[in-house]
């Protein structure tokens, strides 16, 4: 049938299976949102800000599995959004991110609100389009969603010229994918495999490290199974938490920066690595010439570049983890697991001398008490997000997590004001849950005007803010490598977070006691409105155990003991 | 780190499309890699285009470099060449007061020739290996060459 360019974009959404997008009109892309108004095949969810558009569309993608849709216009709204595409981009998120530009005949000419997008987006996408014919539309919009969702997943931009939006053509979205240079291995080499399997049933002291791509392959209960079957131990990247459920006996816990000592112990003595979906960052390797320092390493990913870049593999698999454990799990017979009892032994001796742990105050509330308190009074029927920062880390470290895509933050590229608005992306894609985002007052502020979105599209995200009225994690290392210089970090002067919640229409609680906290929750999930619940918490708490940067994992700062 | 940098040559072919040449050079400068030369040009009655890129760094860094040029959607194929037949050319300009005989024997030393001559300047062309190259420019120094010219390598696997 003979469209518009914009009737294209509506029209692939459609057959996509889009049901909700995040986004914000501007003169550029306001073709499209003309066409987005006649229809109701799919929800669109105003945001307040490019940004918000972008973290909401990766949170529903996170909760969901699906691929994210985010609709942005040319120049200022375009670089608005470049956030979440980078962010989306190094944590492996499938999106697709339509931004309006200028019309061809203006590009180039520094027309009003034009911006080199797809310059600027192509090092932070999977890959990007910018479309000259409304004819390429079709072929465009499949590959788009195609690329983002296969392979590694990631985030795929498609820039979109006003006049092709407004231009007539021929739209079959039948087509066949005509991609022949991209074709993502994602099988596993079965003779690696078997090695691999024969390796492990060698092994006297092996471990399984789990990354968030075993999320993104949908591989979590086929790794829960494997693990269960082998009788293995189990370290979790900070992307992984909820792969296996915290009351699983061979989840050791999260390994890295932050992680617990029994974890980094485990990972420093242990003879096999087996990685799943896990790609060796620098936060979880600590010095590299320390890492696993006596360990072959089994390495699956889908994507070649990750395997041997920073840790050498003795069995490379590149594959589609969740094929890869499936065959894993056929050839197990061969592994007994009664064998590794001596080292499922010797890790629990790890977390019995060094459980992770912190000092409760009689005085003032502990920020990790928060999080614990939290995770008893909802444990699974919360899906939990977080901002950026020493909140973060407390979350990953003391929320009991049950399942794959309970938990979602912002990992590789560390992004201030991903949580609430990724917060709303999940509470859209799984709104029968109860949305939670553990935040700090530092990182609320980058995108509290996701208030606005929030009430008016009825998502009933609950922020608790664990105030210390500090950038909390660079007073930290303030604090511990550069002489308690705290520069620049003492946010004292913060606005009223009750006042700022009710004046978009949302509830605000002020919690000074653990009493006053469990009403101002209770309240707020009957309320079922978008809240702040600011948490007045000790200033001066430090996320640990903690590995100093670039430090060896074994050589790792503990938690001071209390003096009596 | 102390592993050895390497000079290599790396072939990519990746379909003719807008930008793709800068998804590549972007691709480069994104993660420090190095790029000592390169040439591209399409491939006769098809719609691919061949890219030659020189660069140099360990082994590792080679390694990332072919498998992130890899990753790229337009990239059909990634070759790092070990047994290879590479050339270069260079074009240079001479005053016409210089010996033209002597440098057209030199430049047929070189698989050369003569390929301009003006009122005031002639041009000579040669196209060889690049250290070969290399000898060839030190040598006609004393020729006073006003100008030269050299490319990018190209290369082939044997």
Redesign the interface.
């Given at each position: 049938m003979q469209i518009s360019g914009a009737q294209m974009v509506i029209e692939a959404l459609i057959a996509e299976g889009v049901d909700t997008v995040f986004g914000y009109p501007g003169g550029a892309i306001m073709n499209v949102y003309d066409e987005i108004y006649k229809q109701d095949n799919f929800k669109h969810i105003l945001t307040r800000h490019e940004q918000a558009a972008v973290h909401a569309a990766e949170g529903y993608s996170k909760a969901s599995g699906k691929v994210g849709v985010a609709m942005i216009t040319s120049g200022p709204g375009f670089t608005n959004a470049v956030t979440g595409l980078a962010d989306a981009y190094m944590d492996s998120i499938p999106l697709v991110v339509i931004s309006g530009q200028v019309p061809m005949s203006l590009i180039g000419t520094d027309a009003f609100q034009e911006i080199d997008a797809?310059?600027i987006s192509?090092?932070c996408t999977?890959?990007n389009y910018?479309v000259?014919n409304a004819s390429d539309l079709p072929r465009v919009l499949k590959e788009a969603f195609h690329?983002a969702a296969s392979g590694r997943p990631g985030p795929v931009h498609v820039d979109i010229p006003k006049d092709v939006t407004a231009e007539i053509a021929e739209f079959d979205y039948s087509i066949e994918l005509g991609?022949?240079?991209?074709k993502p291995n994602v099988k596993g080499n079965p003779r690696q495999i078997k090695k691999a399997i024969a390796a492990i049933a060698k092994a006297k002291r092996p471990l399984f490290y789990i990354g968030g791509g075993v999320i993104n392959a949908n591989a979590g209960y086929e790794v829960r199974e494997l693990i269960k079957k082998t009788g293995i131990p189990a370290v979790e990247t900070f992307m992984a938490r909820g792969v296996l459920s915290h009351d699983d006996k061979l989840l050791v816990g999260m390994l890295g920066m932050h992680g617990s000592y029994a974890s980094n112990m485990a990972m420093s003595e242990t003879d096999l690595v087996i990685g799943l979906g896990a790609r060796f960052d620098d936060r979880v390797t600590g010095k590299l010439s320390e890492f696993a320092k006596n360990a072959s390493v089994i390495h699956v990913d889908i994507?070649?570049?990750s395997i041997?870049?920073l840790v050498n593999a003795d069995y490379p698999i590149v594959g589609d983890v969740k094929n890869v454990v499936k065959e894993m799990l056929e050839l197990s017979t061969s592994i007994n697991s009664n064998k590794y009892e001596p080292w499922r032994e010797t890790v629990a001796n790890f977390a019995e001398l060094h459980p992770l742990v912190y000092h409760e105050d009689t005085d003032r509330i502990k920020p990790q008490w928060v999080v614990e308190r939290v995770g008893e009074l909802l444990g699974d029927d919360a899906n939990i997000s977080t901002d950026v920062g020493q909140h973060q880390m407390w979350t990953a470290q003391f929320y009991p997590f049950s399942r794959p895509r309970q938990f979602i933050s912002s990992g590789g590229l560390g992004t201030m004001g991903f949580g609430f608005p990724a917060a709303m992306g999940v509470k859209a894609a799984s709104p029968d849950k109860i949305s939670i985002n553990f935040t700090g007052d530092g990182s609320i502020l980058m995108n509290c005007q996701e208030l606005m979105t929030a009430v008016e599209q009825k998502l009933p995200v609950i922020n608790i803010i664990l105030n210390n009225n500090y950038l909390g994690m660079v007073r930290q290392w303030q604090t511990l490598f550069y002489d308690k210089r705290h520069s620049e970090t003492d946010l004292s002067v913060q606005p009223d977070f009750v006042l700022l919640a009710e004046a978009f229409g949302g509830v605000g609680y002020r919690v000074t006691t653990k009493e006053e906290f469990d009403a101002a929750l209770k309240d707020a999930i009957e309320k079922n409105i978008v809240a702040f619940i600011d948490v007045v918490v000790e200033r001066l708490e430090n996320v640990m155990p903690m590995v100093p940067s670039g430090g060896s994992l074994f050589n790792m700062m503990l938690l001071e003991r209390k003096e009596k | 780190m102390t592993e050895n940098s390497e000079r290599r040559v790396v072939s990519v072919i990746?379909?003719n499309e807008?930008?793709v040449l800068?998804?590549i050079t972007?691709l480069f400068s994104?993660r420090g890699y190095n790029i000592t030369s390169l040439t591209v040009a399409p491939i006769p009655e098809s719609k691919y285009s061949r890219l030659t890129i020189v660069t140099s760094g360990s082994v590792?860094v080679i390694?990332?470099i072919t498998?992130?040029l890899?990753?790229?959607?337009?990239?059909?194929k990634v070759y790092e060449h070990a047994d290879l037949v590479e050339k270069e050319m260079a074009l240079i300009k001479f005053p016409i007061t210089e010996s033209i005989s002597d440098i057209t024997a030199l430049c047929q030393a070189y698989n050369g020739n003569i390929v301009n001559v003006g009122e005031n300047i002639f041009i000579a062309m040669i196209a060889d290996d690049p250290k070969r190259v290399d000898n060839f420019l030190k040598m006609i120094k004393r020729y006073n060459p006003k100008e030269i010219v050299r490319s990018g390598a190209v290369a082939l696997e044997r």
């Amino acid at each position: 049938m003979q469209i518009s360019g914009a009737q294209m974009v509506i029209e692939a959404l459609i057959a996509e299976g889009v049901d909700t997008v995040f986004g914000y009109p501007g003169g550029a892309i306001m073709n499209v949102y003309d066409e987005i108004y006649k229809q109701d095949n799919f929800k669109h969810i105003l945001t307040r800000h490019e940004q918000a558009a972008v973290h909401a569309a990766e949170g529903y993608s996170k909760a969901s599995g699906k691929v994210g849709v985010a609709m942005i216009t040319s120049g200022p709204g375009f670089t608005n959004a470049v956030t979440g595409l980078a962010d989306a981009y190094m944590d492996s998120i499938p999106l697709v991110v339509i931004s309006g530009q200028v019309p061809m005949s203006l590009i180039g000419t520094d027309a009003f609100q034009e911006i080199d997008a797809v310059g600027i987006s192509r090092s932070c996408t999977k890959h990007n389009y910018l479309v000259t014919n409304a004819s390429d539309l079709p072929r465009v919009l499949k590959e788009a969603f195609h690329i983002a969702a296969s392979g590694r997943p990631g985030p795929v931009h498609v820039d979109i010229p006003k006049d092709v939006t407004a231009e007539i053509a021929e739209f079959d979205y039948s087509i066949e994918l005509g991609l022949e240079t991209y074709k993502p291995n994602v099988k596993g080499n079965p003779r690696q495999i078997k090695k691999a399997i024969a390796a492990i049933a060698k092994a006297k002291r092996p471990l399984f490290y789990i990354g968030g791509g075993v999320i993104n392959a949908n591989a979590g209960y086929e790794v829960r199974e494997l693990i269960k079957k082998t009788g293995i131990p189990a370290v979790e990247t900070f992307m992984a938490r909820g792969v296996l459920s915290h009351d699983d006996k061979l989840l050791v816990g999260m390994l890295g920066m932050h992680g617990s000592y029994a974890s980094n112990m485990a990972m420093s003595e242990t003879d096999l690595v087996i990685g799943l979906g896990a790609r060796f960052d620098d936060r979880v390797t600590g010095k590299l010439s320390e890492f696993a320092k006596n360990a072959s390493v089994i390495h699956v990913d889908i994507d070649p570049a990750s395997i041997s870049k920073l840790v050498n593999a003795d069995y490379p698999i590149v594959g589609d983890v969740k094929n890869v454990v499936k065959e894993m799990l056929e050839l197990s017979t061969s592994i007994n697991s009664n064998k590794y009892e001596p080292w499922r032994e010797t890790v629990a001796n790890f977390a019995e001398l060094h459980p992770l742990v912190y000092h409760e105050d009689t005085d003032r509330i502990k920020p990790q008490w928060v999080v614990e308190r939290v995770g008893e009074l909802l444990g699974d029927d919360a899906n939990i997000s977080t901002d950026v920062g020493q909140h973060q880390m407390w979350t990953a470290q003391f929320y009991p997590f049950s399942r794959p895509r309970q938990f979602i933050s912002s990992g590789g590229l560390g992004t201030m004001g991903f949580g609430f608005p990724a917060a709303m992306g999940v509470k859209a894609a799984s709104p029968d849950k109860i949305s939670i985002n553990f935040t700090g007052d530092g990182s609320i502020l980058m995108n509290c005007q996701e208030l606005m979105t929030a009430v008016e599209q009825k998502l009933p995200v609950i922020n608790i803010i664990l105030n210390n009225n500090y950038l909390g994690m660079v007073r930290q290392w303030q604090t511990l490598f550069y002489d308690k210089r705290h520069s620049e970090t003492d946010l004292s002067v913060q606005p009223d977070f009750v006042l700022l919640a009710e004046a978009f229409g949302g509830v605000g609680y002020r919690v000074t006691t653990k009493e006053e906290f469990d009403a101002a929750l209770k309240d707020a999930i009957e309320k079922n409105i978008v809240a702040f619940i600011d948490v007045v918490v000790e200033r001066l708490e430090n996320v640990m155990p903690m590995v100093p940067s670039g430090g060896s994992l074994f050589n790792m700062m503990l938690l001071e003991r209390k003096e009596k | 780190m102390t592993e050895n940098s390497e000079r290599r040559v790396v072939s990519v072919i990746v379909v003719n499309e807008a930008s793709v040449l800068s998804r590549i050079t972007d691709l480069f400068s994104g993660r420090g890699y190095n790029i000592t030369s390169l040439t591209v040009a399409p491939i006769p009655e098809s719609k691919y285009s061949r890219l030659t890129i020189v660069t140099s760094g360990s082994v590792r860094v080679i390694e990332q470099i072919t498998k992130q040029l890899h990753k790229l959607v337009p990239v059909l194929k990634v070759y790092e060449h070990a047994d290879l037949v590479e050339k270069e050319m260079a074009l240079i300009k001479f005053p016409i007061t210089e010996s033209i005989s002597d440098i057209t024997a030199l430049c047929q030393a070189y698989n050369g020739n003569i390929v301009n001559v003006g009122e005031n300047i002639f041009i000579a062309m040669i196209a060889d290996d690049p250290k070969r190259v290399d000898n060839f420019l030190k040598m006609i120094k004393r020729y006073n060459p006003k100008e030269i010219v050299r490319s990018g390598a190209v290369a082939l696997e044997r």
